[in-house]
């Protein structure tokens, strides 16, 4: 053998154990946690939730780091094409691997290839609330009275496609009623809206919205998943109240760039469960109105690409695109 296949041989030699040293070694350093988003909002809260008992059983701090602009497609596009050892990972979020890929036209990544996925945090419904001046108590009241209503009814959400205008429109494709979007700049302005009785209708998380509805000054219709909430125990669901497979939850998971080794993806994820089966870890979830969802990365894996079908579906029906 010539030396330059020697070379060769001995290079893929060399690398081939030095993946799983590596693996076996890892972490040997501080991992970053990249969430999309700017801070302050429910993927900082989900995000540190687990990077906190993450940090104690791996033995590395787990470091928050909050990227955001363009929806969340920034900072999970520098994740995914960031180094695959383990040591830059991402806040899987609905917005970003959902609903992104094909709402933005240079979104940057593709959720199915470019990632790795660790395993989900869990789930968060949202809540179909309504100004008190609406003469409704029921989802079935809502629909007749939309059916009914000359106009279509407007209802508000944070932006153009976000999970909040997603399930509206889902809804409204589910069931035949018209509706009317209002598009604000955040939840803020679109809450106030609500409240004040300009817009009489929005699917809203249900933190946001749990205040004003036990103080009277928005009626919860139903929640958006297909169980009940913890929060709101006594309201009913979409899919109890006639909407069929009516099922919109925001959905939070750990993903790592495509390529990272097996070895480091079950240790995280391991690791991530082992959290999420803490008890302190799902009372913060649930005041979240978030239920924890231990599992493994193939389960995670097929959460995003049925979710992002379900929405590339959405999407492509309303024609919407984001520069």
């Known amino acids: 053998m010539c030396s330059s296949l020697k070379g060769l041989a001995f290079a893929v030699l060399a690398l081939s154990f030095a993946a799983p040293a590596a693996a076996q070694d890892y972490p040997n350093r501080p991992i970053t946690l990249v ?3 700017p801070p302050g909002g429910s993927t900082t809260v989900m ?4 990077a906190d008992k993450m940090s104690a059983t791996l033995g590395q701090q787990v470091v928050v780091d909050n990227r955001g602009g363009a929806g969340g497609t920034i900072g999970t596009r520098a994740v995914a094409k960031a180094a695959p050892d383990g040591y830059t990972i991402v806040l899987g979020y609905t917005g970003t691997l959902a609903i992104a890929p094909s709402l933005y036209t240079s979104a940057g990544y593709d959720p199915r290839k470019d990632f790795a996925p660790i395993g989900m945090i869990g789930t968060a ?6 100004h008190p001046s609406v ?10 009275y939309a059916k009914a209503s ?9 932006g153009v496609g976000t999970a909040n205008h997603l399930a509206a429109e889902l809804f409204a494709s589910a069931t035949g009623v018209k509706l009317q979007h209002i598009p604000y700049k955040g939840s803020g302005p679109a809450m106030s809206d609500l409240v004040g009785g300009h817009i009489p209708m929005m699917f809203v998380p249900i933190p946001n919205s749990i205040g004003n509805v036990q103080g009277g000054k928005l009626r919860a219709l139903a929640v958006s ?3 009940r909430s913890a929060l709101l125990p006594d309201l009913p669901t979409v899919q109890e109240s006639g909407v069929k497979e009516f099922d919109v939850a925001l959905r939070y998971g750990l993903a790592a760039p495509a390529g990272t080794p097996r070895p480091i993806i079950d240790r995280l994820n391991k690791e991530l469960n082992a959290a999420l089966a803490s008890e302190d870890v799902r009372k913060r979830l649930a005041t979240e109105g978030a ?3 231990p599992g493994t990365p193939e389960a995670y894996g097929a959460d995003i690409d049925r979710e992002e079908k379900t929405w590339r579906a959405l999407v492509g029906k309303l024609g919407l695109k984001v520069e």
């Open 35 to 37: 969430v999309p988003f």
């Open 47 to 50: 995000a540190r939730n687990v």
């Open 125 to 130: 419904p949202s809540v179909m609330v309504v």
């Open 135 to 144: 003469p409704v108590k029921t989802v079935a009241e809502f629909i007749a």
């Open 150 to 158: 000359p106009s279509p009814v407007p209802y508000g959400s944070p």
């Open 225 to 227: 998943s297909p169980t």
């Open 291 to 293: 239920e924890a969802l």
